[in-house]
């Protein structure tokens, strides 16, 4: 049964960056039909997709946190990561890791998926100095 | 990208049907058929309840149902009960492999 993790500081300063890790186990990071993504949640609010990886290494981020994000994978450790530089206040929220189902081949044919169906159990970071 | 619209709160009699809808644009919900939908429960990670607009995963009850029309996309629950009282999220995708959420529904079984 695959399961996600996420690891990381749960207080970050005002203007650091904040860094998380998410572990998968059960399954392997380098399957080909999925990316390994990130959201978040703030207090009381919504969620925000922050962005996603695919084990090869490419990436695709919220445009709005495009300048401040940095998301990696190690297939070794069978993890992937979060940076969000420069943070503030409004970055504090609950961070959750997903799988993230893109697309698969069947034969000759690929079918194109858009869904998280897999959720870590969250982490809080709080920024605050 | 902005936020898809979702009502602030939705609320229900055990047994009966409550509709929520989601709003975007022709550059999420009306340009795809790519809109999920997940259920949070208070202090809880989201739980994907329906995707690709309509299909439901498996083991997620057929109480739960979603269609679209135009730029609106809207989850069903049919036969409401108790433990259905949670927020409720839709997620579509915006083109470019990005993502726009919804910005939730709270449904309470009255």
Redo the contacts between chains.
Sequence with gaps: QLQLQESGPGLVKPSETLSLTCTVSGGSISSSSYYWGWIRQPPGKGLEWIGSIYYSGSTYYNPSLKSRVTISVDTSKNQFSLKLSSVTAADTAVYYCARDLRGFWSGLNYYYYYYMDVWGKGTTVTVSS | ?S?LTQPASVSGSPGQSITISCTGTSSDVGG?N?V?W?QQHPG?????MI??VSKR?SGVSNRFSGSKSGNTASLTISGLQAEDEADY?C?S?AG?????????TKVTVL
């Design positions: 990208q936020a795809y790519y999920s997940y809880k990670a989201p739980k994907l995707y690709d995963p999220y997620c995708y470019s492999s990005t993502y726009v959420f919804g910005t939730g």
